[in-house]
């Protein structure tokens, strides 16, 4: 994958500004709609969940305002999400390329992927910003973010290879993500507190690798400390693997991708 990306550096740089260039193309405010989407988003969630629900973060972020506490954890969804959603069309969108023999079908998922990182970035910088204004002051720790980031990328990149792959040969796979993606997030302590979760559904949470680089979000950004290591290089491991496999698939449905289209 690495070598993947320094050989066609060039080529995905492009493909990423083409793709950024696309979701606001015609606006008048153009690329500022990246750092305006997210600012509207922490506003309304400030108003909503502070002024009329007086919602409050439980256990060690008590001290958290509930929208701050809600934002750091849709940071790594929003990555997630809005990385599969533009992904699961990335090969069918671009039959005219992935017809050229010579052209890596790898690219296209993993540009997708690409782009949700530079705007999970944007909406990062967004949210530290709304945090000075509450008082809260980031520590040390964010310089660990990034590398939480990095798995992040390597799970939505396994997911964005499956969902583009299978996607070729069945288009009802592009609703069904939008689907998946709404179970997931509500099965997600995202909205809620894991300490609301009930025993019984408590293993099912954790065994979610998504869960803990959720939870590292959290205690990186809010409460500056650093998050469980073994569980983070468990969870990367194993996510690892996942990527492995993933790209392999990909690769082996990648032969009949032109036929397909």
Known sequence: MIKLIRHNRHLIAS?????????????????????????????????????????????????????????????????????LGMAVGSITGNSHIVKKTM???????????????????????????????????????????????VIVFLWTLAWAYIVAALNVFLRDISQMVG????????????????????????????????????QAYREIILLNKLPNIFELCVVTAGITLFLSAAVYLFKILSYDFADSL
């Open 103 to 149: 052209f890596d079908k790898r690219i296209l998922p993993l540009c997708s992927v690409i782009t949700s990182l530079v705007n999970h970035g944007i909406a990062l910088s967004v949210l530290l910003v709304f945090m000075l204004f509450f008082g809260i002051r980031p520590g040390w720790t964010l310089l660990c973010l990034p590398l939480v980031s």
């Open 15 to 83: 493909m990423v500004a083409r793709n950024l260039k696309a979701r606001f193309a015609g606006t008048a405010m153009g690329i500022l709609w990246s750092f305006f989407l997210p600012l509207v988003q922490v506003c309304i969630y400030t108003f909503v969940f502070s002024v009329i629900m007086h919602a409050k973060a439980l256990g060690e972020y008590q001290h958290v305002p509930f929208p701050i506490w809600l934002c750091a954890g849709l940071l790594p969804w929003n990555m997630f999400s809005e990385g």
């Open 179 to 214: 689907v998946i993606l709404n179970f997931c997030f509500f099965a997600t302590p995202i909205v809620y507190s894991k300490d609301l979760v009930p025993p019984v559904f408590g293993m099912i949470v954790k065994a979610n690798p998504f869960f803990y680089l959720l």
